[in-house]
Protein backbone atom coordinates (compact mmCIF):
# COMPACT_ATOMS: atom_id res chain seq x y z
CA UNK A 1 0.00 0.00 0.00
CA UNK A 2 1.54 3.58 -0.84
CA UNK A 3 1.85 6.47 1.18
CA UNK A 4 0.32 5.17 4.34
CA UNK A 5 1.82 7.83 6.43
CA UNK A 6 1.05 11.46 6.14
CA UNK A 7 2.63 14.61 7.46
CA UNK A 8 2.17 18.21 8.27
CA UNK A 9 4.78 20.87 9.34
CA UNK A 10 6.27 23.81 8.40
CA UNK A 11 9.09 23.39 5.43
CA UNK A 12 11.96 25.37 6.25
CA UNK A 13 15.33 25.81 5.19
CA UNK A 14 18.31 25.59 8.03
CA UNK A 15 21.13 27.92 8.05
CA UNK A 16 23.29 26.18 10.35
CA UNK A 17 26.09 27.91 11.76
CA UNK A 18 28.34 27.46 14.45
CA UNK A 19 28.17 30.69 16.90
CA UNK A 20 29.81 31.23 20.34
CA UNK A 21 28.12 31.93 23.90
CA UNK A 22 28.47 35.75 23.46
CA UNK A 23 26.73 35.24 20.06
CA UNK A 24 23.60 33.80 21.85
CA UNK A 25 23.92 36.12 24.84
CA UNK A 26 23.88 39.18 22.38
CA UNK A 27 20.31 38.28 21.08
CA UNK A 28 19.08 37.11 24.25
CA UNK A 29 19.24 33.01 23.23
CA UNK A 30 19.24 30.37 25.15
CA UNK A 31 21.64 27.42 24.07
CA UNK A 32 18.98 24.66 23.45
CA UNK A 33 16.08 26.11 22.30
CA UNK A 34 13.56 27.11 19.73
CA UNK A 35 11.51 30.13 19.12
CA UNK A 36 9.74 31.95 16.48
CA UNK A 37 11.92 35.26 15.45
CA UNK A 38 11.45 38.29 16.68
CA UNK A 39 12.15 41.89 15.85
CA UNK A 40 15.15 42.14 17.90
CA UNK A 41 16.41 38.82 16.15
CA UNK A 42 15.95 39.44 12.65
CA UNK A 43 19.88 40.54 11.88
CA UNK A 44 20.73 37.13 12.73
CA UNK A 45 19.64 36.36 9.44
CA UNK A 46 21.92 38.31 7.68
CA UNK A 47 24.95 37.54 9.81
CA UNK A 48 24.71 33.89 9.40
CA UNK A 49 24.53 34.23 5.67
CA UNK A 50 28.36 35.68 6.27
CA UNK A 51 29.32 33.02 8.93
CA UNK A 52 32.23 30.79 7.79
CA UNK A 53 31.22 27.16 7.81
CA UNK A 54 27.66 27.95 7.18
CA UNK A 55 25.44 25.41 6.16
CA UNK A 56 21.91 25.67 4.16
CA UNK A 57 20.25 22.14 5.51
CA UNK A 58 16.63 20.99 4.73
CA UNK A 59 14.72 21.64 7.84
CA UNK A 60 11.58 22.00 9.55
CA UNK A 61 10.44 19.59 12.09
CA UNK A 62 8.07 17.66 10.99
CA UNK A 63 9.82 17.44 7.13
CA UNK A 64 12.84 16.26 9.34
CA UNK A 65 10.64 12.91 10.46
CA UNK A 66 8.56 12.64 7.33
CA UNK A 67 12.36 12.67 5.46
CA UNK A 68 13.54 10.10 8.28
CA UNK A 69 10.38 8.13 8.11
CA UNK A 70 10.88 7.84 4.13
CA UNK A 71 14.89 6.69 5.00
CA UNK A 72 13.79 3.66 6.93
CA UNK A 73 10.11 2.67 4.94
CA UNK A 74 9.89 1.23 1.28
CA UNK A 75 9.96 3.81 -1.47
CA UNK A 76 6.52 5.71 -1.71
CA UNK A 77 5.67 5.37 1.82
CA UNK A 78 5.56 9.26 3.23
CA UNK A 79 3.70 12.50 2.27
CA UNK A 80 4.40 15.68 3.54
CA UNK A 81 2.26 18.55 3.21
CA UNK A 82 3.32 22.34 4.02
CA UNK A 83 3.60 25.73 2.53
CA UNK A 84 6.89 27.05 0.88
CA UNK A 85 7.53 30.33 -1.60
CA UNK A 86 8.84 30.10 -5.15
CA UNK A 87 12.49 30.45 -4.84
CA UNK A 88 16.10 28.48 -4.31
CA UNK A 89 15.42 28.07 -0.55
CA UNK A 90 12.50 25.68 -1.82
CA UNK A 91 14.32 23.88 -4.42
CA UNK A 92 16.74 23.54 -2.17
CA UNK A 93 14.10 21.68 -0.06
CA UNK A 94 12.90 19.49 -3.01
CA UNK A 95 15.62 18.21 -3.82
CA UNK A 96 16.69 16.85 -0.13
CA UNK A 97 13.51 15.17 -0.06
CA UNK A 98 13.69 14.03 -3.40
CA UNK A 99 17.31 12.18 -1.98
CA UNK A 100 14.71 10.51 0.35
CA UNK A 101 12.30 9.63 -2.00
CA UNK A 102 10.12 11.74 0.17
CA UNK A 103 7.07 12.78 -1.84
CA UNK A 104 6.03 16.43 -0.96
CA UNK A 105 2.32 18.39 -1.84
CA UNK A 106 3.47 21.88 -0.91
CA UNK A 107 1.42 25.03 -1.15
CA UNK A 108 2.84 27.73 -2.96
CA UNK A 109 2.84 31.24 -1.99
CA UNK A 110 3.28 33.30 -5.04
CA UNK A 111 5.05 36.47 -3.05
CA UNK A 112 5.93 35.39 0.44
CA UNK A 113 9.56 33.66 0.56
CA UNK A 114 10.65 30.09 1.94
CA UNK A 115 10.72 30.31 5.74
CA UNK A 116 13.94 30.02 7.87
CA UNK A 117 15.65 29.05 10.89
CA UNK A 118 18.89 29.88 11.91
CA UNK A 119 20.34 27.15 13.54
CA UNK A 120 22.67 28.51 15.88
CA UNK A 121 24.72 25.44 17.38
CA UNK A 122 27.39 25.77 20.56
CA UNK A 123 28.98 22.20 21.21
CA UNK A 124 25.86 19.43 21.21
CA UNK A 125 23.40 22.19 21.63
CA UNK A 126 21.56 24.36 19.11
CA UNK A 127 19.38 27.67 19.59
CA UNK A 128 16.59 27.46 16.54
CA UNK A 129 15.41 30.93 15.30
CA UNK A 130 12.79 30.56 12.99
CA UNK A 131 11.30 33.24 10.56
CA UNK A 132 8.07 31.07 9.43
CA UNK A 133 7.31 33.19 6.52
CA UNK A 134 5.65 31.18 3.44
CA UNK A 135 5.25 28.47 5.92
CA UNK A 136 3.02 30.37 8.13
CA UNK A 137 0.46 30.91 5.20
CA UNK A 138 -0.53 27.48 4.99
CA UNK A 139 -4.43 27.14 4.97
CA UNK A 140 -6.75 23.94 5.36
CA UNK A 141 -8.35 24.57 1.79
CA UNK A 142 -4.51 22.84 0.57
CA UNK A 143 -5.90 19.25 1.99
CA UNK A 144 -9.00 19.44 0.51
CA UNK A 145 -8.09 19.37 -3.51
CA UNK A 146 -9.56 16.22 -4.08
CA UNK A 147 -5.75 15.11 -4.77
CA UNK A 148 -4.38 15.68 -1.55
CA UNK A 149 -7.33 14.84 0.25
CA UNK A 150 -7.24 11.24 -1.85
CA UNK A 151 -3.95 11.25 0.26
CA UNK A 152 -5.46 11.66 3.53
CA UNK A 153 -7.87 9.07 2.52
CA UNK A 154 -5.55 6.42 1.59
CA UNK A 155 -3.34 7.03 4.96
CA UNK A 156 -3.19 5.04 7.60
CA UNK A 157 -1.06 6.92 9.87
CA UNK A 158 -0.66 10.89 10.53
CA UNK A 159 2.33 12.73 12.12
CA UNK A 160 1.75 16.56 12.80
CA UNK A 161 4.27 18.80 13.93
CA UNK A 162 3.24 20.81 16.94
CA UNK A 163 5.27 23.99 15.59
CA UNK A 164 2.21 23.54 13.35
CA UNK A 165 -0.35 24.37 15.97
CA UNK A 166 0.92 28.45 15.51
CA UNK A 167 0.15 27.61 11.96
CA UNK A 168 -3.15 26.16 11.25
CA UNK A 169 -4.90 24.34 14.26
CA UNK A 170 -7.78 23.98 11.73
CA UNK A 171 -5.67 22.11 8.85
CA UNK A 172 -4.27 19.96 12.44
CA UNK A 173 -7.91 19.24 13.39
CA UNK A 174 -9.05 18.66 10.00
CA UNK A 175 -6.71 15.46 9.99
CA UNK A 176 -7.75 14.45 13.75
CA UNK A 177 -11.31 14.67 12.45
CA UNK A 178 -10.49 12.20 9.57
CA UNK A 179 -7.89 10.01 11.78
CA UNK A 180 -10.33 10.25 14.29
CA UNK A 181 -13.72 9.25 12.16
CA UNK A 182 -11.71 6.17 10.54
CA UNK A 183 -9.77 4.87 13.27
CA UNK A 184 -6.55 5.47 12.24
CA UNK A 185 -3.46 6.68 14.76
CA UNK A 186 -2.27 10.12 14.84
CA UNK A 187 0.92 11.45 16.19
CA UNK A 188 1.61 15.15 17.29
CA UNK A 189 4.70 16.12 18.70
CA UNK A 190 5.10 19.22 20.86
CA UNK A 191 7.94 20.33 19.41
CA UNK A 192 9.17 23.27 21.59
CA UNK A 193 8.44 24.82 24.96
CA UNK A 194 6.75 27.64 23.44
CA UNK A 195 4.28 25.69 22.35
CA UNK A 196 1.92 24.37 25.30
CA UNK A 197 3.69 27.72 26.75
CA UNK A 198 2.04 30.14 24.14
CA UNK A 199 -0.16 28.18 22.44
CA UNK A 200 -1.56 26.41 24.96
CA UNK A 201 -5.42 26.97 23.45
CA UNK A 202 -4.61 25.56 20.07
CA UNK A 203 -2.67 22.90 21.50
CA UNK A 204 -5.67 21.81 23.98
CA UNK A 205 -8.22 22.09 20.64
CA UNK A 206 -5.89 19.33 19.07
CA UNK A 207 -5.33 16.89 22.10
CA UNK A 208 -8.04 15.33 21.85
CA UNK A 209 -7.59 13.85 18.82
CA UNK A 210 -3.62 12.90 19.70
CA UNK A 211 -3.23 9.26 20.09
CA UNK A 212 0.56 9.46 20.48
CA UNK A 213 2.16 12.25 22.31
CA UNK A 214 6.05 12.64 21.61
CA UNK A 215 7.64 15.31 23.60
CA UNK A 216 10.81 15.78 25.73
CA UNK A 217 11.31 16.74 29.47
CA UNK A 218 11.20 20.59 28.63
CA UNK A 219 8.23 20.63 26.76
CA UNK A 220 6.71 18.40 29.46
CA UNK A 221 7.38 20.91 32.28
CA UNK A 222 6.07 23.73 30.23
CA UNK A 223 3.10 22.18 29.67
CA UNK A 224 2.76 21.33 33.34
CA UNK A 225 3.38 24.77 34.04
CA UNK A 226 0.92 26.53 31.83
CA UNK A 227 -1.98 23.91 32.76
CA UNK A 228 -1.26 24.56 36.49
CA UNK A 229 -0.91 20.92 36.95
CA UNK A 230 -0.14 20.10 40.34
CA UNK A 231 2.72 17.46 39.33
CA UNK A 232 6.64 18.32 40.02
CA UNK A 233 8.02 19.81 36.34
CA UNK A 234 10.45 17.22 36.78
CA UNK A 235 8.26 13.64 37.16
CA UNK A 236 7.49 13.26 33.55
CA UNK A 237 5.41 10.51 34.06
CA UNK A 238 2.89 11.95 36.11
CA UNK A 239 2.96 14.56 33.59
CA UNK A 240 2.32 12.05 30.76
CA UNK A 241 -0.48 10.73 32.90
CA UNK A 242 -2.31 13.99 33.29
CA UNK A 243 -1.78 14.15 29.04
CA UNK A 244 -2.56 10.63 28.49
CA UNK A 245 -5.93 10.62 30.21
CA UNK A 246 -7.46 13.61 28.62
CA UNK A 247 -10.69 13.52 26.79
CA UNK A 248 -10.49 11.58 23.09
CA UNK A 249 -12.53 11.56 20.14
CA UNK A 250 -11.34 8.21 18.90
CA UNK A 251 -12.53 5.64 21.86
CA UNK A 252 -10.96 2.94 20.23
CA UNK A 253 -7.55 3.71 20.52
CA UNK A 254 -5.95 4.31 23.91
CA UNK A 255 -3.58 7.89 24.37
CA UNK A 256 -0.19 7.31 24.78
CA UNK A 257 2.70 10.18 25.95
CA UNK A 258 6.19 9.63 25.02
CA UNK A 259 8.75 11.60 26.89
CA UNK A 260 12.14 11.44 25.38
CA UNK A 261 14.71 12.76 28.26
CA UNK A 262 17.96 13.51 26.80
CA UNK A 263 20.16 10.32 27.04
CA UNK A 264 18.10 9.14 30.24
CA UNK A 265 15.32 6.61 29.72
CA UNK A 266 12.31 7.52 27.48
CA UNK A 267 8.85 7.46 29.12
CA UNK A 268 5.85 6.19 28.16
CA UNK A 269 2.26 6.47 29.91
CA UNK A 270 -0.90 4.66 28.31
CA UNK A 271 -4.44 5.39 29.35
CA UNK A 272 -6.67 2.78 29.71
CA UNK A 273 -9.99 4.62 30.38
CA UNK A 274 -11.74 0.96 31.10
CA UNK A 275 -9.98 -0.32 33.63
CA UNK A 276 -9.08 3.40 34.78
CA UNK A 277 -5.44 2.95 34.79
CA UNK A 278 -1.76 3.53 33.24
CA UNK A 279 0.88 1.87 32.30
CA UNK A 280 4.11 3.21 32.32
CA UNK A 281 7.46 1.86 30.61
CA UNK A 282 10.79 2.90 30.58
CA UNK A 283 13.45 2.84 27.56
CA UNK A 284 16.68 2.71 27.34
CA UNK A 285 18.24 5.19 24.88
CA UNK A 286 21.10 4.26 22.04
CA UNK A 287 23.81 6.08 23.52
CA UNK A 288 26.30 7.50 21.43
CA UNK A 289 30.35 8.27 22.79
CA UNK A 290 30.29 11.86 22.24
CA UNK A 291 33.28 11.53 20.15
CA UNK A 292 30.81 10.39 17.52
CA UNK A 293 28.21 13.45 17.98
CA UNK A 294 28.35 15.84 14.99
CA UNK A 295 25.35 18.00 16.27
CA UNK A 296 22.06 17.67 17.67
CA UNK A 297 19.99 19.38 15.21
CA UNK A 298 16.92 17.22 14.76
CA UNK A 299 17.60 14.63 17.22
CA UNK A 300 14.10 14.67 18.54
CA UNK A 301 12.73 14.65 15.16
CA UNK A 302 15.14 11.55 13.96
CA UNK A 303 13.38 9.66 17.12
CA UNK A 304 9.96 10.68 15.45
CA UNK A 305 10.61 9.02 12.36
CA UNK A 306 12.12 5.94 13.80
CA UNK A 307 8.89 5.44 16.18
CA UNK A 308 6.14 6.25 13.40
CA UNK A 309 7.92 4.05 10.44
CA UNK A 310 7.38 1.62 13.36
CA UNK A 311 3.98 2.24 13.42
CA UNK A 312 3.87 1.98 9.40
CA UNK A 313 5.53 -1.16 9.59
CA UNK A 314 3.84 -2.92 12.16
CA UNK A 315 6.12 -3.00 14.72
CA UNK A 316 5.17 -3.53 18.16
CA UNK A 317 5.38 -0.75 20.72
CA UNK A 318 8.83 -1.27 22.00
CA UNK A 319 10.45 -2.06 19.17
CA UNK A 320 9.26 1.36 17.16
CA UNK A 321 10.33 3.34 20.04
CA UNK A 322 13.79 1.25 20.54
CA UNK A 323 13.72 1.95 15.99
CA UNK A 324 13.33 6.09 17.50
CA UNK A 325 16.11 5.50 19.38
CA UNK A 326 18.30 3.96 16.63
CA UNK A 327 17.15 6.28 14.25
CA UNK A 328 18.10 9.40 16.62
CA UNK A 329 21.48 8.14 17.49
CA UNK A 330 22.19 8.13 13.33
CA UNK A 331 21.32 11.40 13.17
CA UNK A 332 22.69 12.93 15.87
CA UNK A 333 25.91 11.46 13.92
CA UNK A 334 25.56 13.52 10.93
CA UNK A 335 25.30 17.22 10.24
CA UNK A 336 21.49 19.19 10.89
CA UNK A 337 19.05 16.58 10.93
CA UNK A 338 19.70 14.39 8.36
CA UNK A 339 20.55 10.49 7.93
CA UNK A 340 23.54 8.81 6.26
CA UNK A 341 23.96 7.55 2.68
CA UNK A 342 24.40 4.52 2.01
CA UNK A 343 21.39 3.67 3.98
CA UNK A 344 22.10 2.25 7.14
CA UNK A 345 19.01 -0.32 8.47
CA UNK A 346 17.74 -0.99 11.67
C1 LIG B 1 7.31 27.38 14.27
N1 LIG B 1 8.70 26.99 14.46
C2 LIG B 1 9.43 27.76 15.43
C3 LIG B 1 9.22 25.92 13.77
C4 LIG B 1 10.57 25.50 13.90
C5 LIG B 1 10.96 24.35 13.21
N2 LIG B 1 10.12 23.64 12.43
C6 LIG B 1 8.87 24.09 12.34
N3 LIG B 1 8.42 25.20 12.97
N4 LIG B 1 11.65 25.96 14.58
C7 LIG B 1 12.66 25.11 14.32
N5 LIG B 1 12.26 24.15 13.50
C8 LIG B 1 13.01 23.03 12.95
O1 LIG B 1 13.34 22.15 13.97
C9 LIG B 1 14.32 21.29 13.43
C10 LIG B 1 15.06 20.60 14.53
O2 LIG B 1 14.20 19.86 15.30
C11 LIG B 1 14.33 23.42 12.31
O3 LIG B 1 14.15 23.73 10.96
C12 LIG B 1 15.18 22.17 12.52
O4 LIG B 1 15.42 21.48 11.33
Known amino acids: MAYEL?????????LQVEVDEDYLKKYELKANDAILVEEKHLKIYEEVLNKPG??????????????????ILPENSVVYFGSVGKDTYADKLREANKQYGLRTEYQVQENIPTGKCAALITGVHRSLVTDLAAANHFTPDHLDKPENWKLVENAKFFYIGGFHITVSPDAIEKLGKHA??????????FSAPFIPQFFKDALDRVLPYVDYVIAN???AASYAESHGLKVDPTDIAGIAKEIAKLPKVNSQRKRTVIFTHGVEPTVSVTYDPSADSFSVEEF??????????????????AFASGFVAGLVQGKSFSQSIDQGHWAAALSIQEIGPAFPFPKKTY
Open 6 to 14: VCLGNPLLD
Open 54 to 71: LRLLAGGAAQNTARGAQY
Open 180 to 189: AETNKALTLN
Open 217 to 219: ESE
Open 284 to 301: KVHELESSKIADTNGAGD
